[in-house]
């Protein structure tokens, strides 16, 4: 059993990642962060300027980051307004933006590489193996393995990735939390700790609930190929009700996993 991020991402370059994937994918998760952090920071001095009727000269206006931004401004030769501010906002935000369509695609392309890679080798490493342990294997568990149950192991390996951006995404905001009231910052982690120990049954509901759904996929895969395989047998020995009353009584069982996990993950956010 898998229980650290490090042990899954060791198993997904065992699999075939690349060792340059994971930095990769993970600086573009720091970079959308960044430039996120900084068009939700840029809301403190508009609200500060709104608050004081847009007068950049105002004597209420000395914070330190007004310190530094006017610096800037001299710099530049470029005069603070609140239109210079919504518009940088704007900007960081729509960078962050093009980060995340960057780091989508980044994942959802090494995630598909990988598969095919997986595939590839199982299927080629299959037919080259001993003629008894081919006959002894179950078509419909392998083709549900290497289809459905090999996406979401996948989906799960990768996850691991973003789980690591998103705490990295925590820290910042209770930082800059802190940094704003600290008081505020020790209410938000007592809340955050008292979700976290509720939340801990719902992730032990989830992982009992997948284990279920793998096991309900690979159930109804193997039936199914089973059954078309021999759809010509059935036939001839008229048992086409009892058949469909299995399939229907397995296909009931694994829509019901699912809705489970979907409620358990909807009450998890």
């Avoid at 004081?52 to 004597?59: F, H, L, P």
């Avoid at 980051?65 to 729509?94: E, K």
């Avoid at 294997?137 to 979401?152: P, Q």
């Avoid at 509901?205 to 193997?222: E, R």
């Amino acid at each position: 059993m898998l229980k650290t991020p490090l042990e899954m991402i060791a198993v997904a370059r065992r699999l075939g990642l690349s060792r340059r994937i994971v930095p990769f994918l993970f600086s573009l998760t720091l970079l959308g962060i960044l430039f996120e952090t900084m068009g939700v920071a840029m809301l403190l001095p508009i609200f500060e300027l709104l608050r004081v009727g847009g007068t950049i000269d105002s004597a209420q206006l000395n914070g330190q980051h007004w310190v530094v931004m006017r610096q800037v401004s001299a710099y530049l030769g470029i005069p603070i307004s609140l239109g210079l501010l919504f518009t940088v906002s704007f900007v960081f935000i729509c960078i962050r933006q093009g980060f995340n369509y960057l780091n989508v695609k980044s994942y959802g392309l090494a995630q598909r590489q990988l598969a095919n890679q997986i595939r590839q080798r199982a299927f080629f490493g299959f037919l080259r193996t001993d003629t008894a342990l081919q006959d002894r294997s179950r078509v419909g568990e392998i083709a549900g393995d290497l289809t459905v149950e090999l996406e979401r192991a996948l989906s799960s390996l990768f996850a691991i990735i973003r789980a690591l951006g998103t705490a990295v995404q925590m820290l910042v905001y209770l930082a800059g939390l802190f940094v704003l009231s600290p008081p505020m910052t020790l209410l938000s982690l007592v809340v955050i700790g008292v979700a976290a120990y509720y939340i801990r049954g719902l992730l032990a509901t989830i992982k009992t609930t997948g284990a279920a759904i793998t096991d309900s996929n690979v159930q109804l895969t193997a039936f199914i190929v089973e059954r078309l395989k021999h759809a010509r047998l059935i036939r001839l020995s008229g048992t086409e009700k009892a058949e469909a009353a299995g399939f229907a009584a397995l296909s009931t069982r694994h829509s019901e996993r699912s809705m489970q996990q979907k409620l358990a993950s909807s009450k998890l956010s």
